[in-house]
């Protein structure tokens, strides 16, 4: 008997739970070692009143009905910063009372709850409810984001109704069907596109992903489903937006490219009467006059070619007309004019030229090259170079100008329609501010990238690099005459 006491004795001691055994006035009558350490030094002697009294009077009043009922008693406190389960079991005229340290597990269930709420508040904000099956117990798990992507309640699931199928809109489910059928086959992870009609009948457009897993030897499969249906609302709005703007703004270039080319008459009759005028017997003033009205009319005229020119391109969607030719014939034709251009404004002219046969659209191209010099010409003070160079397997082609240059901030902004520089003094009489938009329109239509390089004070040069086909032999005398 002493043997099995001294077992007994051991086991209470090594236990980790406070073991206490009192009377009905709380006096000690036994405790193990845990109850020393976990009492000391608030246990005054063998009596827990005054303990009792500082952390819950409720314990003597447990302590009564757990001896007197014969019912087991219970109750949680804080003590030095612990939590604690005690449990009261009333034995004869005594109590036995076992106290237990839960603060780990209730600071572990505190992580979980956040951990859980975290997870919820994800899953809402990204619209993506998690599922879950258990093929043995045949136990199914829906997250609340399931719910709410259903549009239903938790009594609604179930094992024996497959709510998923049961939603998924008929023209959908055989792809559905399939993926599920491929993860059993394969057990590797499948998803898809899918359409769900929620029980109030609010149909919603989702994504899903499903795999296998196995826990504790348990098969699993689990997936989730994303609702897409904002997404897919705000997308089908932007389409709709974009499809409205692009037809506005191709009405506008209709409407640009028809109102330039009405114009295009009056502007020609223009032109012959100031011609005509010009013929005539004028005063100084007169002639004054006449010189301004002719640079108001080559200003209007420029703005309306350049008008033409963009509606066009934008209202017909232009792919060009790609072609093979030689590049050198097509700079000849354009220094053969802007020589005599710069030549009665007192500007120095040079064009150099290579022969290299190129695929590319000659109207287009001309265009481009004819709008960069003429912007040189409205900016240089008294020199303008066009010019080509062999880069890299490519013809360089260039404008070069000395005139008032760019500033860096605005090296982006002048390919932009109607931008003209403040910084340049009386600027709009330059121009329409429309020359740069076309030879950006023209160079995206021939699939080159215009560059810039300017010095503000000094000049700029605009080149892009275009691709040749094959380089043809230069003639050195005639190349000498036709680049001085």
């Not at 236990?15 to 009492?39: C, K, P, Q, V, W």
């Not at 080559?298 to 030719?325: I, P, T, W, Y």
């Amino acid at each position: 008997m002493q043997k099995e006491n001294a077992r007994y004795e051991f086991l209470l001691n090594i236990s980790t739970n406070a073991l206490l055994e009192t009377d009905l006035t709380g006096r000690i009558l036994h405790m193990n070692a845990a109850a020393e350490y976990f009492l000391a030094p608030d246990a005054s002697g063998s009596n827990l009143a005054a303990w009792f009294e500082k952390h819950s009077p409720d314990i003597l009043s447990k302590i009564e009905k757990a001896v007197r009922l014969k019912l087991p008693q219970n109750l949680q406190l804080t003590t030095n910063g612990r939590s604690c389960s005690l449990y009261f079991y009333g034995q004869g005229h005594n109590c036995y009372i076992c106290i237990e340290d839960i603060t780990e597990r209730r600071q572990l269930a505190i992580s979980l709850e956040r951990t859980s709420q975290r997870l919820e508040f994800a899953e809402k904000t990204a619209h993506i409810g998690y599922w879950e099956l258990d093929f043995k117990y045949k136990k199914i798990y829906w997250s609340g984001e399931m719910f709410r992507i259903f549009g239903t309640s938790a009594a609604a699931a179930s094992p024996k109704r497959n709510l998923i199928r049961e939603r998924i809109l008929k023209e959908d489910l055989p792809v559905y069907k399939e993926k599920l059928r491929e993860l059993l086959h394969t057990g590797h992870p499948v998803e898809g596109r899918i359409r769900i009609r929620k029980l109030n009948g609010g149909l919603r457009y989702c994504y899903f992903k499903a795999g296998i897993f196995e826990d504790e030897n348990r098969r699993r499969i689990a997936g989730t489903f994303q609702d897409l249906t904002p997404l897919i609302k705000t997308q089908t709005a932007l389409e709709k937006a974009k499809e409205l703007a692009e037809n506005m703004n191709r009405g506008k270039s209709l409407f640009l490219a028809q109102a330039s080319h009405d114009l295009r008459q009056p502007m020609q009759a223009l032109s012959m009467f100031i011609s005509a005028l010009s013929e005539e017997r004028l005063t100084s003033r007169q002639k004054m006059l006449l010189n301004k009205i002719e640079a108001s009319a080559e200003n209007l005229k420029s703005l309306l070619d350049n008008l033409l020119d963009l509606s066009k391109m934008e209202a017909n969607n232009d792919v060009g007309d790609f072609h093979e030719f030689n590049m050198a014939e097509l700079l000849k034709k354009i220094c053969g004019e802007y020589h005599e251009i710069c030549r009665t404004k007192g500007i120095n002219f040079r064009c150099i030229r290579h022969n290299a046969v190129i695929f590319s659209d000659t109207v287009i191209l001309e265009r481009l090259l004819r709008n960069l010099l003429s912007n040189a010409i409205k900016y240089t003070k008294n020199k303008i170079i066009l010019g080509s160079k062999w880069h890299n397997g490519y013809l360089r082609i260039m404008v070069i100008d000395n005139g008032i240059g760019i500033p860096a901030e605005e090296r982006e902004q002048i390919f932009d329609e109607f931008y003209q520089s403040k910084k340049i003094k009386n600027n709009r009489s330059y121009g329409s501010g429309l020359g740069l938009a076309i030879v950006r329109k023209s160079a995206e239509i021939l699939g080159v990238s215009v560059k810039l390089n300017s010095t503000p004070g000094q000049g700029s040069c605009f080149w892009f690099d275009i691709p040749v086909l094959r380089r043809l032999p230069e003639i050195k005398q005639k190349y000498r005459q036709n680049n001085t």
